[in-house]
């Protein structure tokens, strides 16, 4: 029931582009980001309901392909700051259910 | 940061001991929740509450129970602190959007059974 992501790491370099992705074996009603900085808690990044909307937050967008119950989240012309994981959690339709999170993406970028 | 604090923040205890977590919110969401965070698993559910005495478990809630005796508090203990339950313990809260709800997490609380 937890979702896959991947890759499980990825370094780039400031100005470079990267995907992660995040799928479930299940039907899904949203898919949730958050990135996580070493020490802190992770931070909500946005939520993706179904209907395969696209969002975007600064220069980090994402898309949710419900009837593949995948989503993927871009990262484009990256920062050091964009350094972390990134975990997804996922929803299924039976509504006020608890998110499951996948194991995480650790984004290293470097100068 | 939705109003969630955690205490303590940081915990060394010895095996066998009872522990309790407090998570504070300031803003009466009905759901909060409790996770645990450990190198390669993510974030795994302990127990979740849906309201005042209302509390079910997640799939990690062995050794774990909850009370949730006001909305605001939420209380996770270890009646038994054991060495696997070393790990970070963030508590969270739901912000119903409508359509959709948005989860939001506490600070954390590092707890280290030896």
């Known amino acids: 029931q937890q979702p896959v992501q991947s890759p499980q790491a990825v370094i780039l370099r400031e100005g470079e582009d990267a995907v992660i992705n995040c799928s479930s074996s299940?039907?899904?009603?949203?898919v949730h980001w958050y990135r996580q900085k070493h020490g802190e808690a992770p931070v909500f990044l946005m939520i993706?309901?179904?209907?395969?909307e696209q969002k975007g937050h600064e220069k980090i967008s994402a898309s949710f392909n419900e009837k593949k119950q995948q989503s993927s989240l871009y990262l484009t012309a990256s920062q050091l700051s964009y350094s972390g994981t990134y975990f997804c959690?996922?929803?299924?339709?039976?509504?006020?259910?608890?998110?499951?999170f996948g194991k995480g993406t650790r984004l290293s970028v470097i100068a | 940061d939705a109003g969630i604090t955690q205490s303590p923040r940081h915990k060394v205890t010895e095996t066998g001991t009872p522990v309790t977590l407090r998570c504070h919110q300031t803003?009466?969401?009905?759901?909060m929740y409790w996770y645990r965070q450990d190198p390669g698993h993510g974030l795994r559910l302990i127990h979740y509450?849906?309201?005042?005495?209302?509390?079910d478990k997640g799939e990690v809630s062995d050794g774990y129970s909850v009370s949730r005796s006001k909305t605001e508090d939420f209380l996770l203990t270890l009646e038994s602190a054991t060495s696997s339950q070393t790990s970070v313990y963030f508590c969270?809260?739901?912000?119903?959007?409508?359509?959709?709800?948005?989860?939001?997490f506490g600070p954390g609380t590092r707890l280290t059974v030896l």
């Open positions: 969270a809260i739901s912000v119903d959007r409508g359509n959709s709800n948005e989860q939001f």
């Open positions: 299940k039907a899904l009603y949203s």
């Open positions: 993706l309901l179904k209907g395969g």
């Open positions: 959690g996922t929803e299924p339709p039976a509504g006020n259910t608890p998110l499951v």
């Open positions: 803003e009466n969401h009905r759901y």
């Open positions: 509450s849906y309201g005042v005495k209302d509390t």
